[in-house]
């Protein structure tokens, strides 16, 4: 069975399921809470903020960051988790905040140049040039949130899964250019007894702002 055919069958057999959780990662919410009040504080709240949930699955990073009033764009190849996202925010009347895509995070690339205030990538254990290659979708003074789970951490996806390390992550990261990408956070978090998380926290700097080396 293929990766995409597996979680189509995860999402669609065991309805609103994922394997990391239902809630939103405190990461993710004090991102795009604190872009927020950003935003108020410098031009008042005239265009909601702009999100790439990436490898959305059920939702709820999705769902989370819509009840905040920002617009998501969220992508999955798995049709069956789309299902799930657009059953709830249809309930939560959230549902015109929420773009599904189904496709490959890999591969996809938005239309019309489009950029992101927020961008994030929950769990998503993919190679990490995607990693490199999505910085390019942030808008100026956008932030790219990335949470994967560390080597040691007890939960986590099965072993025939890579686990990258901070080492691994710094490597990749060194990559990009430092007069326009600064990284604010790279660092493990201990979510919970089960879940020790490496946490990235990337920002496209705002035009004309120097470089501050983390």
């Not at 657009?86 to 939560?92: K, M």
């Amino acid at each position: 069975m293929s990766n995409q055919n597996m979680w189509e069958a995860r999402y669609r057999d065991k309805v609103g399921h994922t394997p990391d959780g239902v809630s939103p990662h405190p990461m993710v919410l004090q991102e795009a809470q604190a872009m927020l009040e950003r935003k108020r504080h410098n031009d008042g709240v005239s265009e909601p903020l702009n999100a790439l949930d990436l490898g959305s699955g059920a939702g709820r990073h999705a769902l989370a960051l819509a009840g905040l009033g920002v617009t998501v764009t969220a992508v999955d190849f798995a049709a069956s988790a789309h299902e799930l996202v657009q059953r709830d925010a249809a309930a939560q009347g959230l549902a015109d905040r929420i773009r599904p895509v189904v496709a490959d995070v890999s591969s996809w690339q938005p239309t019309d140049r489009e950029v992101f205030d927020i961008l994030v990538a929950s769990y998503l254990h993919i190679d990490l040039s995607v990693l490199v290659n999505s910085a390019d979708l942030l808008a100026p003074g956008g932030r790219l949130v990335w949470i994967a789970h560390a080597p040691d951490s007890p939960h986590g996806p099965p072993p025939e899964v890579v686990r990258d390390t901070l080492a691994d992550f710094r490597t990749r990261l060194a990559s990009l250019n430092p007069h326009e990408f600064r990284v604010l956070r790279l660092e493990e978090y201990q979510l919970s007894s089960e879940f020790l998380d490496i946490v990235v926290i990337l920002e496209r700097l705002p035009v004309g702002q120097a470089h501050t080396a983390y």
